[in-house]
């Protein structure tokens, strides 16, 4: 449990790169049966232009071109949330041997929370699965996160002159419209 809280906070590193870039803050490491890292990435969804580009999948296609093969299973994906259906495909593809997460996500998450993909008895591949490690530092990250968003979009949806009467306390001036000279003739 001591190295899972170890390489969580490197994925939490790589979260906060990931936010620094304004994408979702999920994070991920992958490290050998020694300890050591073989790779990690960041969310880079809109920076990539890439819907696949989860930091689950960059870190599986970096692993992949630094061990130059593409079955791990000696290696652990430590990730800061739970992985979807998608990088579920993918990790048990590359028939990885754990996966350690520290968010639970109860809208796409495939390990439990809204689906159970990762060891679905269906699937010629087992993966040892470890939730929750570091879940508050995880969870926090991208409930600030999102808070933060949610609070730009606020502000951007408000004129600055809006903006500047809130913050002085006054009243917010009525939109002025153009009205229609065939309207107004009338």
Known sequence: MVDDIF???LAMAQARLAAALSEVPVGAVIVDAKG??????????????DPSAHAEMLALRQAGRVLERYRFNELTLYVTLEPCIMCVGALIHARIKRVVFGAYDSKTGACGSMFSLMN?????HRIEVTG???Y???????QNFFKGRRQLL????????????QQ???????AKFRQDPAVASR
């Open 7 to 9: 390489y969580m906070h």
């Open 36 to 49: 050591a890292v073989v790779a990690q990435g960041c969310n880079r969804t809109l920076t990539s232009h």
């Open 120 to 124: 679905d008895r269906r699937h010629n």
């Open 132 to 134: 929750g490690v570091l």
């Open 136 to 142: 508050a530092e995880c969870a926090a990250l991208l």
């Open 154 to 165: 606020k502000r951007k949806r408000l004129s600055p002159s809006a903006i500047s009467a």
């Open 168 to 174: 002085n306390g006054g009243l917010i001036p009525k």
